[in-house]
């Protein structure tokens, strides 16, 4: 659970509800900064998702975990079209920001804390880059076996990131080669939020390559990749018959 | 001179100028991170700067020094006004983006390397928080002298800033109860712009009380406040007589 100090990301989400503006400053672990999308990209309605997202979601079915929820708006989706949602987020003011928007469960829960006690799942969604969530590959593995302890036999995983490789910028291509420098896989990308005095831990993201070596021996499998533009993509993970 | 990797405002404006795109990030020293308006702010036509600016504005006459001209928006009025107008930026991009847009007279030059070298003024304006650049009391003294001595009897200094008192934000209220702590005057604002890997030096900002302090006894005195929006101001000043 983040710290009122970590909750940038939470906060800015929670003041973009109650007073319609907030800002997102992402800082890579090399001193590179960008401003993102912003708060209101984690609110727009289903009509508004890029393509690939629409068409990610239409895999969701019965029991939905939604890892890393945000301001809710995929579960809203999926609860508003009938399916029993769970949502968490490390974040408190996130589990705020849905409650408040009528996300019926919604709990301030690190992933790494998910067990069966939630109950059994027929679909783990990790939108939004979450798939980063899963962290190294150590850690990856780790998940992978608890998800499929606490998911029915034809769970899907339904999780989403950004190739690190698709670019040109030089700032990105320098930024492999400061990896591939310190050792670490060229594309994995060390981020964090801030929001004013706010700054999150840091989070990982990584392409469909290093997901595929990742999950290998987890028990689960890629059924396929649905892409988006800019690197932006999609892994539909079933569990290995 | 700002080095490549300090000049994060000039590369910011001057990917605005090729590209349309860009952005602002403001750092405190407290490590309070927020977006400014953004490179397009320092582009905007005369039309549509706000009215204390523009009232400001007609205080110019005569030959003008713009010190710290950023994207040339107040150097480039007055020169289609028929004034012959001097811009100055520490910056090289800064000075790279207002050659480009049509500014006769542009160098890269910092304000404590100003001298009769550049011929005799009848106005220096310092807009959009320059007052900031006369910096601390020791500083703005010998500056305000040096100014004295490469302008006209009836010279103006048209300087803006920001009054930093005039918020009941409370982070700003504490950053104003941190620098109590640390002995310096409470509204004093160290800030600092990243844009990507950029990161400029740390910039002040003060209030019009403290200006007031400052400029005793530098042969300078206050015509006039001209106030904005949200604690915006202009101070002309005027040699004593």
Redesign the interface.
């Known amino acids: 659970m983040l710290t009122r100090q970590q909750d940038a990301f939470g906060q800015a989400m929670y003041d973009y509800l109650h007073r319609g503006d907030g ?1 997102e ?1 992402i800082e890579r672990d ?6 993102g999308g912003g708060p209101q990209t984690y609110f727009i309605p289903h009509g508004q998702w890029p393509a690939h997202q629409r068409e990610a979601i239409r895999h969701a079915r019965g029991r939905v975990l939604d890892v890393g929820c945000g301001a809710g708006r995929h579960a809203l989706y999926l609860q508003e079209r009938g399916l029993e949602v769970v949502g968490i987020d490390i974040s408190p003011r996130a589990i705020e920001v849905c409650k408040r928007r009528g996300l019926r469960h919604a709990h301030v829960l690190s992933v790494t804390r998910v067990s069966r006690r939630l109950g059994i799942f027929d679909t783990i969604i990790m939108m939004g880059n979450n798939l980063g969530l899963l962290g190294n590959p150590k850690r990856a593995r780790w998940l992978l076996r608890r998800f499929r302890a606490m998911t029915s036999c034809e769970a899907r995983i339904i999780g989403e990131s950004r190739d690190p490789y698709v670019t040109e910028t030089p ?1 990105h291509l320098e930024y492999h080669e400061f990896n591939r420098k310190r050792g670490r896989l060229p594309g994995q990308l060390r981020i964090r939020v ?4 706010l ?1 999150t831990p840091w989070y990982l993201l990584f392409s469909q390559d290093e997901l595929k070596g990742i999950i290998q021996g987890t028990g689960w499998e890629v059924e396929t990749f649905i892409d988006g533009e800019a690197g932006m993509y999609v892994a539909i993970l079933r569990k290995v018959a």
Chains 1, 2 share one sequence.
Do not use: M, P, Q, W
């Not at 090399?30 to 401003?35: A, L, P, Q, W």
């Not at 801030?194 to 005095?197: C, G, I, L, T, V």
């Open positions: 800002f400053i090399d001193g590179f900064f960008s401003v700032e801030r929001y004013k005095k700054v």
